[in-house]
């Protein structure tokens, strides 16, 4: 089993920025994709982000685009999400997940049903 813990949310103010950290331990698999989603209460979890272990290639959401970066620290065993520029509208719960699916070239799964593997959640709480 993959084990996820994310941590680095909290309240910042519109413009500010936070970085967000997803230790993963356990059993991993290169095959394995790993995203970031986010989630406000009674709302749909939507996704933000996504990263291929195979060769670094990320895809994010139209709204994140040029705001958000989407890493890894390999020796460190963490995935990062780095939000800059943060709008209210980017305010909820922040997951991180792991995908063992394949995919093609030029694809990413963007679907929670294709991961299989969720943390905790962080809250993120962006102010005007």
């Known amino acids: 089993q993959v084990q996820l813990v994310e941590s680095g949310g909290g309240l910042v103010q519109a413009g500010g920025s936070l970085r967000l950290s997803c230790v993963v331990s356990g059993r991993t698999f290169s095959d394995y994709s790993m995203g970031w989603f986010r989630q406000a209460p009674g709302k749909e979890r939507e996704f933000v982000a996504v990263l291929k272990l195979s060769d670094g290639s990320t895809l994010y959401t139209d709204s994140v685009k040029g705001r958000f970066t989407i890493s890894r620290d390999t020796a460190k065993g963490t995935l990062y999400l780095q939000m800059n520029s943060l709008k209210p509208e980017d305010t909820g719960s922040y997951y991180c997940?792991?995908?063992?699916?394949?995919?093609?070239?030029?694809?990413?799964?963007?679907?929670?049903?294709?991961?299989?593997?969720w943390g905790q959640g962080t809250q993120v709480t962006v102010s005007s």
């Open positions: 997940a792991a995908s063992t699916r394949y995919v093609g070239a030029g694809g990413y799964y963007t679907g929670t049903s294709a991961f299989s593997s």
